[in-house]
T-cell receptor, first 118, second 113 residues
């Protein structure tokens, strides 16, 4: 079964550094998402992306964050100047269609990238 | 605003025992409800979902969940737990006018032989 692939599995960075988290969604999927989970807290929506633009973002997704689909296969999340509180597990997800609630286009999640900011 | 509560942080059961994981949601209209499972080192896998119709929904791996509007609940059940069911379980809610899912904090299930 096709999978969403995320690299690296664990990233350690120093506060203030830029970090790029990479995701390869399932090949025929058109909608892409980032979620994150701070240790011990809820999985939180960050952003959704369709047709090369952001379709929805949460209040967490401030100017420090950006997403990009640089080519036909990758979907990246960039954090420009990392803070300690950015330490979390970041999940990428994709769906074939945008109507994820009709059951025809369920979200497929990757295994996550654990980001540690020191 | 929508919210999801999973009151049990950690549950331990014996293999073969029945299981019920609790989920309560807060939303003004009929929500879309999901259960996801996360095994160690793995991503989130969809177990089952409720959109409308029959309030008892069947999912993968022998799981089922029942939507109870009067209790704002969507509890996950399994009649006989297997050791491989040990994982973290997340309840989530969505609405028709947004892309995002709202997740609960998760329940960690431990299974003893």
């Amino acid at each position: 079964e096709p999978e969403v692939t995320q690299t690296p599995s664990h990233q350690v960075t120093q506060m203030g550094q830029e970090v790029i988290l990479r995701c390869v969604p399932i090949s025929n999927h058109l909608y892409f998402y980032w979620y994150r989970q701070i240790l011990g807290q809820k999985v939180e929506f960050l952003v959704s992306f369709y047709n090369n633009e952001i379709s929805e973002k949460s209040e967490i997704f401030d100017d420090q964050f950006s997403v990009e689909r640089p080519d036909g296969s990758n979907f990246t999340l960039k954090i420009r100047s990392t803070k300690l509180e950015d330490s979390a597990m970041y999940f990428c997800a994709s769906s074939e269609g945008g109507d994820i609630f009709r059951g025809n286009s369920p979200l497929h999640f990757g295994n996550g990238t654990r980001l540690t900011v020191t | 605003a929508q919210s999801v509560t999973q009151p049990d942080i950690h549950i331990t059961v014996s293999e073969g025992a029945s299981l019920e994981l609790r989920c309560n949601y807060s939303y003004g209209a009929t929500p879309y409800l999901f259960w996801y499972v996360q095994s160690p080192g793995q991503g989130l896998q969809l177990l089952l979902k409720y959109f409308s119709g029959d309030t008892l929904v069947q999912g993968i791996k022998g799981f089922e969940a029942e939507f109870k509007r009067s209790q704002s609940s969507f509890n996950l059940r399994k009649p006989s737990v297997h050791w491989s069911d040990a994982a973290e379980y997340f309840c989530a809610v969505g609405t028709y006018n947004t892309d995002k899912l709202i997740f609960g904090t998760g329940t960690r299930l431990q299974v003893f032989p």
